[in-house]
């Protein structure tokens, strides 16, 4: 069964905004709040350069002029885009494109398939220079490490700049430890897991070794300041699992990031691990086993300055005969783990409207902080579009396009950041026609940049036009 991907990045909508309580374990709430049509989400005018900054903190300012920036795909797989912010928020006409040369990555084997996407892991400032570097793993030869044969997957850094990585400079391979450095790693993620501001990466062992953490701050040969692979008897199978860590904060204050390692599934809700992070000492060697659930989101939920992780249902579902159902504790729920250590809390999800459900779900959740209080909600996908979870508000969020069918119309919820620099975050929703994004989320190619939870955007545009013309 194929799982859904996820994304840290249009026709004519209509836009309804519906509020309504937060519900604990049963509860339901009503209310409703029209909202005006808004535009077409359209190309973007002709790019204009990003404006060179003078460093930043947020491993998200890749030009370090002290606002966030937005890295996206573009249709084809074969280029990213970076859109720029600003005073104004995210501005799409700012942008620069880049492709596989220009971020100096070196040719795929011939046996790669030629859908073989571009896709950077994550951007993160290694070298600690304040210009945030692509990390990009590269498809290597197939090897051999015992009875394992793969492909060599193996991380590069293309280094970062006031303008950006400049295109055309060499990526350099990053030095891993012998254990793991024959097959090289998966799952790449990025993190500060010591909590001394230096960026760190995480990676799973492709050889079921271990978890590999490499500390920053990375020298430009790419060596590490230093590598730990203690983490080998995780209770979880390494070779199948996937990383999931808490975000750095983009104010540049050093926190510890907290990782989860999450089980593989078969489409059905499946486990994780979570290896508490803390400044001096890094990834707790004790984890502690959550609910079963495969949306996951890190961030401070309730209010009370420490990091919080929620866990819950998806949708997904195993489609094979007897397995295709979930225990009445993790359908259409999720738990929030307090950082404070206290028991989960418990809420259901909102209900599938009748015929609309499928085997993968409609999408997982985004820590969002959209009226800048401190207290982040949880922004859930759903088959309508995403509600907001937040203290004892529900706020439904919906794009909708008036194209292809009814159930596949909605965009749906991509991630959050704060472009324009006022303390509240904007939401991120996408969306793209045909069977693909509907049942997988899968090659977006229409995106809103809203005004928080209301009917407004802040921008919207169509990643299509950075595509090369055909030939």
């Known amino acids: 069964m194929k799982s859904r991907t996820a994304l840290p990045a249009f026709a004519v909508c209509a836009v309804c905004v519906v509020l309504a309580p937060l519900t604990g374990c049963g509860g339901s709430g009503t209310g409703h709040e029209p909202s005006p049509a808004v535009g077409v989400p359209t190309s973007p005018a002709e790019s204009r350069a990003p404006s060179p900054g003078k460093g930043s903190k947020d491993p998200d300012d890749i030009n370090g002029d002290g606002y966030r920036d937005l890295m996206l795909p573009v249709p084809g797989g074969e280029r990213i885009v970076v859109l720029y912010g600003s005073a104004k928020g995210l501005d799409s006409s700012t942008r620069t494109v880049y492709d596989r040369r220009d971020l100096g990555l070196p040719d795929q084997p011939a046996d790669v398939p030629a859908s073989n996407p571009l896709a950077p892991d994550t951007v993160a400032d290694l070298d600690g220079d304040g210009f945030p570097d692509f990390v990009t793993t590269v498809m290597g030869e197939r090897v051999e490490d015992g009875r394992i044969v793969d492909a060599r997957t193996a991380p590069y850094v293309t280094w970062g700049g006031p303008g950006g990585p400049t295109a055309g400079a060499g990526a350099t391979p990053?030095?891993?430890?012998?254990?793991?450095?024959?097959?090289g790693l998966r799952s790449l993620v990025r993190g500060d897991f010591d909590g001394d501001g230096h960026h760190d990466l995480a990676g799973l062992a492709k050889n079921g070794s271990s978890l590999v953490v490499l500390y920053g701050p990375f020298t430009r040969s790419g060596v590490p300041a230093r590598t730990d692979t203690g983490l080998t008897d995780t209770g979880l199978p390494l070779s199948g699992g996937q990383l999931v860590v808490d975000?750095?904060?983009?104010?540049?204050?050093?926190?510890?990031?907290?990782?989860?390692?999450?089980?593989?599934?078969?489409?059905?809700?499946s486990g994780s691990i979570l290896y508490p992070a803390r400044r001096g000492t890094g990834l707790s060697a004790n984890g502690r086993q959550l609910r079963l659930g495969n949306a996951h989101a890190f961030g401070d939920f309730d209010g009370d300055g420490l990091r919080d992780v929620a866990v819950g249902d998806d949708g997904g579902r195993n489609?094979?005969?007897g397995y295709e159902t979930e225990a009445p504790e993790v359908d259409g729920s999720l738990a929030v783990y307090p950082g404070s250590g206290g028991a989960p809390v418990t809420y259901r999800l909102p209900e599938v409207p009748e015929g609309a459900g499928t085997d993968y779900g409609p999408g997982g959740f985004v820590a969002a902080d959209p009226d800048g209080d401190g207290r982040d909600g949880i922004l859930v996908a759903t088959y309508e579009g995403a509600t907001l979870i937040d203290g004892e508000k529900r706020t439904s969020v919906l794009r909708e396009v008036q194209k292809g069918p009814a159930k596949w119309r909605h965009a749906r919820p991509a991630g959050a950041a704060d472009f324009d620099r006022d303390g509240k975050d904007e939401l991120i929703l996408n969306?793209?026609?045909g069977t693909l994004f509907g049942l997988y989320?899968?090659?977006?190619?229409?995106?809103w940049i809203t005004d928080g939870t209301t009917s407004r955007d802040k921008a919207s545009f169509t990643t299509t036009g950075f595509a090369p013309p055909a030939s």
């Open 174 to 183: 990053v030095r891993l430890p012998q254990s793991a450095s024959k097959l």
């Open 247 to 269: 975000a750095i904060d983009p104010s540049g204050e050093p926190r510890a990031t907290s990782l989860l390692l999450h089980k593989p599934n078969d489409g059905e809700q």
């Open 319 to 321: 489609d094979e005969p």
């Open 431 to 433: 969306w793209a026609s």
């Open 441 to 447: 989320g899968e090659n977006p190619t229409h995106w």
